[in-house]
């Protein structure tokens, strides 16, 4: 048999055992479909096993001139080639500047859509500036609807007056689900299985202070280290910096689609969902 069609066979075995999903996983993007900007570190819930860590980070905000030059460098590398943005956090809601964000962003990508992620629980609380903000700049705001008390019409009826969409991250008629961040604490987790089986891979693309990482566990693990002693090793090769002179969009798009050392710590096989529930801020949530 040729070399080749042995290589082939070879090839074709392997891949059988993929998914689409998975397999899509592992294939660079075109171009990126969304990219996400941390605006607040912090939250007002505490959701279990939260993979931001917010439940356990101090306060802190993505600085309004450093987030202006990465979306001006974001755009240089991709020619504006971005189908949407997401402003999350944490709380995004919970950083008052928010107004200043869509205006910046919408100047610099003026054909992108814009999402803010939000609990929604301080949506009605938002001052005049901050809604025509989201209208002049076309945001669209992106609720999450947690199993708490919240008047859901009202909040739909705001952003009708205010000429604001709304729209529901999942599905506002089946209760919200959390999954469990299974974390290995001495990171014997092989990489790339842990890579084609994590929802996250080549779809949670995150960038702070000018770096690009493929999710925000990579992103925010100091935050868990420091809150629980535990020391889960992040390195360069976890991420991507857009400032690095020979950087091209297409090496970007070629890195989000595969492991990074630090998906060694994560168990994405065996991941558990349940019942949304508040945080107990235990190690045990994530091992």
């Not at 074709?12 to 479909?33: C, G, H, M, V, W």
């Not at 096993?49 to 460098?73: N, T």
């Not at 702070?208 to 992040?234: E, M, T």
């Not at 969009?249 to 595969?258: P, V």
Request: aromatic share 14%; with cysteine.
């Amino acid at each position: 048999m040729p070399i080749q069609s042995l290589k082939k066979r070879i090839k074709n075995r392997y891949f059988s055992f993929l998914s689409l999903e998975q397999a899509r996983r592992i294939t660079p993007k075109p171009y990126l479909d969304s990219i996400g900007f941390e605006l607040a570190s912090h939250c007002n819930l505490h959701c279990y096993s939260c993979d931001h860590f917010s439940q356990l980070s101090k306060s802190g905000y993505y600085d309004l001139e450093q987030f202006e030059r990465d979306c001006k460098r974001l755009y240089e590398l991709s020619s504006g080639v971005i189908t949407s943005f997401t402003l999350f956090g944490g709380e995004p809601l919970l950083n008052k500047q928010c107004a200043s964000y869509f205006a910046i962003l919408r100047q610099i990508f003026p054909k992108s859509t814009i999402y803010v992620i939000t609990n929604g629980t301080l949506l009605l609380k938002q001052s005049d500036r901050f809604w025509q903000s989201a209208r002049e700049n076309q945001v669209v705001l992106q609720a999450t609807k947690y199993p708490i008390e919240i008047d859901w019409e009202q909040v739909k009826e705001k952003c009708a007056r205010e000429q604001v969409q709304f729209v529901f991250y999942n599905d506002e008629k089946e209760e919200k689900l959390s999954f469990k961040t299974q974390l290995d604490k001495d990171g014997r987790s092989d990489p790339f299985v842990s890579f084609v089986h994590c929802h996250r891979a080549n779809a949670c693309t995150q960038i702070h202070n000018g770096r690009i990482y493929p999710c925000a566990v990579a992103a925010n693990v100091k935050v868990f280290n420091q809150a629980f002693g535990q020391d889960l090793q992040s390195s360069p090769k976890d991420y991507i910096d857009i400032y690095d002179s020979k950087m091209t969009y297409e090496k970007i798009l070629d890195f989000l689609a595969r492991p990074i050392p630090f998906c060694r710590y994560c168990k994405t096989k065996d991941m558990i969902y349940k019942p949304w529930s508040a945080s107990k801020r235990s190690v045990d949530e994530y091992f």
